[in-house]
């Protein structure tokens, strides 16, 4: 389907009224240069198992089941972690589901499950209420302090490095996402993998669909990117990838959750994998 094309079905979508549409239909679409980015995010991967232990951190988005999917196709020694923060949509915990199962099949790559510190979540709550983030900046961040934050030092805990699902289009503050970065102030001191780096959102979907990758159904509700059920919404057109998170703050400055810090370009190791 060509560019025009999604953009008619999108706008037709919304003019009838209709809540979704197939995101397959609707984005898929290689680059000119697919295979060739295909074999540099396996590369990716091979380098990333072979430098252990890494872990994959998925959110459950598109990006992060292809990756999981890549993990599984090439019997790569990656364990996939998940962070629950008890807020997610119900379509997110269903997936998670299926993927529990999915995985018994491929021992090579275990999932994980890291969730915050129940009483830390609950005395938040009780002190702030459960509008909080959306009273201020500060006491949003201090809410994935405790719901992402936390868990992710324990998932990451003894790691050598971790994998994620950044892309350079994703939004201005990922245009210069590495490949592979070593840098301190991005990668919390391990090596971070992001082996769809120079993929774009067609690119995604091209794969989805060539493969039939299990994917949540929130992407055919218009929701390309996918965090807390509260912190999320659909985009509509025009909007940039991530415009449905905290929509509610500024728009200046980056949309981050403080998993994936900003980092000056000037300053990262960057490395590409071997060919």
Sequence with gaps: MTSAAAVSLLRGAAESGSPSAPAVNLHARASADFGAKLQRAVATLQAAAAAGP????????????????????????????????????????????NLKAQQQAHPHAPIEVYRPVQEAAEQFVAREGHDAMYRSIELRKACCGIRKMEPLSRALAGQAGWITGLRREQSSARAEVLTIDRSEEATRGLTKYSPLADWTWGDVWHYIALHQVAYNPLHDRFYPSIGCAPCTRAVTLGEDFRAGRWWWESESGAKECGLHVSHNPANAKHEEAPA
Aim: charged share 15%.
């Design 54 to 97: 890494v872990k994959q951190a998925s959110s459950l988005g598109a990006e992060d089941m292809v990756i999981t999917h890549l993990i599984n196709r090439h019997a790569l020694p990656i364990t996939i972690f998940v962070l629950d923060t008890g807020l997610l949509h119900a379509e997110t915990l269903a997936l998670l589901e």
